[in-house]
């Protein structure tokens, strides 16, 4: 009596087992391994995205710090430059101030040039005039004997015609 006497038929509780153990290595085979597979390959997917998405973290820092670099490279590039123009700037402007100061000594040193000429020839023509004036006045002499009184209005009207005759 054992098992019947609880209520128990071996052959069906044999059956049922048997059943059992047949659908375990069923599901196993059909859909625990294929589950499985999918499973792996999902969880190989998720840390393939993990790994790429680090790794484009890592290359986006990196061009970050060259985009850094490259921008700090070229505002000092711009502040040398910025110098250098500045410097030729002001060596322009002082060469610029020597020409004009050379060019305004050399005008300067014309035009007296000029000036001191035209002085000259004045002096030379007033000398003309005078020496042509005293001809005037010793031919007049010589042409009438006057005194000393005549001799000095002559002299006199012969300068005041040619101070007249200037003007």
Do not use: C, W
Request: glycine share 4%.
């Amino acid at each position: 009596m054992g098992l019947d006497g609880l209520g128990f038929d071996l052959n069906l509780l044999l059956i049922g087992l048997l059943n059992f153990i047949l659908l375990l290595v069923v599901l196993r085979a059909v859909v625990y391994k294929p589950v499985l597979k999918m499973l792996d390959e999902r969880s190989e997917k998720i840390r393939e995205s993990m790994e790429q998405a680090d790794r484009i973290k890592d290359e986006t820092l990196q061009a970050e710090q060259n985009v850094r670099a490259q921008i700090e490279v070229g505002h000092k590039d711009a502040q040398s430059i910025v110098a250098k123009a500045s410097e030729i700037s002001e060596r322009l402007k002082e060469e610029a101030r020597q020409e004009a100061k050379q060019e305004a000594e050399v005008i300067v040193a014309r035009a007296r040039a000029d000036i001191e000429r035209e002085r000259a020839e004045a002096l030379e023509q007033l000398r003309q005039e005078f020496v042509d004036l005293s001809i005037a006045a010793a031919e007049r002499v010589i042409e009438t004997s006057l005194d000393k009184t005549m001799h000095r209005k002559l002299i006199e009207q012969v300068l005041k015609k040619g101070i007249d005759s200037r003007n």
